[in-house]
């Protein structure tokens, strides 16, 4: 037995070898494959490498980024989140309507309108999480409803109509490049990212989010309550699909009831892409950044090489599914130098 004050054994090298690999699978992977695909295109699809490209990119990209970084919270779990396109709809005709009320200052009108979108996208989450928890309704059929409810609220009160007239000074921010190289919104989903990275992190809250998709039951006998935390990823999720919202308003600024359309699978797809797994409890939103990052990347690269629209939801579903096969035997894999 070896005493404290003694130093311990350098670990084997076979040991140091297994833990070397086990980063390089779990973090290091999806970065690289986001290389090898920047790369290819680079080499194979003309004006793909220019700086206009990239800004085209990184403004494409902020809106799935955010939505995606509330969904990695609630995949965490073992959740899903079918809502969060049509609840960035109704966030972006309820902020619209507030910021071209004649009766409200601009300088008013802005703070209120950002407030309220992500108080509409919060309670929005919160009544999925609520009830999901609350009669053990799959999130799936829950958020499912949710869909449906907020897409035809926002065409209630938008009357069915696009909602233009924004205010200058807020089209003017959303539209504002940084450097001449990065807009101001991929700053927002880069400093959404940078959060959530900090809560999963550093925060308790986050380290029961993880264990909670890891094993809920273990959670349960630790002395703490599972509902409050799913219902709280619940609501982080609505509450990033009406920063999205507000992200949306600041790129097209128009508030439309049909904004948001399919929005939830490419959220969904970027935090499977990005290596979190479907059945929760294993992940980083990190990865969640790069996958949100290599489908931008495709389908820029694709539209470059001149592949049709009806094409390139084909290549983007076939890497989906590789993702997930690749993810099982990733999992595996893992777990056997675990158990080593």
């Known amino acids: 037995m070896t005493h404290p004050s003694e130093p311990r054994p350098a670990a084997p090298a076979s040991t140091r070898w297994q833990r070397t690999v086990y980063f390089l699978i ?27 490209n990239f800004l085209k990119i990184f403004v494409q990209i902020a809106i799935n980024t955010v939505l995606a970084a509330g969904m990695t919270f609630v995949i965490l779990i073992g959740g899903i989140d079918l809502s969060v396109g049509s609840v960035l709809a109704l966030s972006t005709v309820v902020g ?4 071209t ?44 409803g949710m869909l449906n409810i907020a897409s035809g609220a926002a065409r209630v009160i938008s009357k069915n109509s696009t909602i233009t007239g924004l205010p200058k000074s807020f089209t003017d921010f959303g539209t504002l490049i940084i450097g001449g190289v990065i807009p101001t919104i991929f700053l927002i989903a880069i400093g959404i990212i940078f959060i959530g990275w900090i809560i999963l ?61 399919g929005y939830e699978l490419n959220a969904i797809a970027a935090v499977i892409i990005g290596g ?32 049709g629209d009806n094409f ?21 894999y893992l777990r056997t130098l675990e158990l080593r």
């Open 276 to 307: 979190t797994s479907l059945s929760g409890g294993k992940g980083s939103i990190i990865g969640t950044l790069i996958g949100a990052c290599i489908l931008q990347v495709l389908n820029t690269g694709l539209q470059l090489l001149g592949v």
């Open 201 to 261: 992190r550093f925060t308790v809250f986050g380290r029961f989010i993880v264990a909670i998709g890891t094993n809920e039951e273990a959670v349960r006998l630790s002395g703490h309550n599972p509902r409050t935390y799913k219902i709280a990823a619940f609501m982080l999720s609505g509450l990033m699909a009406g920063v999205g919202g507000m992200v949306y308003l600041l790129r097209l600024n128009v508030g439309s009831p049909i904004a948001g359309s």
């Open 96 to 99: 619209a309507l507030i910021m």
């Open 26 to 52: 779990q973090d290091l992977g999806i970065a690289f494959a986001l290389l090898l695909i920047t790369l290819v295109f680079a080499l194979s699809a003309p004006y793909f490498a220019t700086s206009g």
């Open 101 to 144: 009320n004649p009766a409200l200052p601009v300088g008013l009108a802005i703070p209120l309108a950002t407030l309220a979108c992500m108080g509409v996208g919060a309670l929005c989450g919160f009544i999925n999480g609520y009830v999901a928890e609350r009669w053990k309704v799959p999130s799936f059929i829950v958020t499912l």
């Open 312 to 332: 390139k939801p084909i290549v983007i579903g076939m890497v989906v599914v590789f993702a997930v096969i690749i993810d099982t035997y990733r999992e595996r």
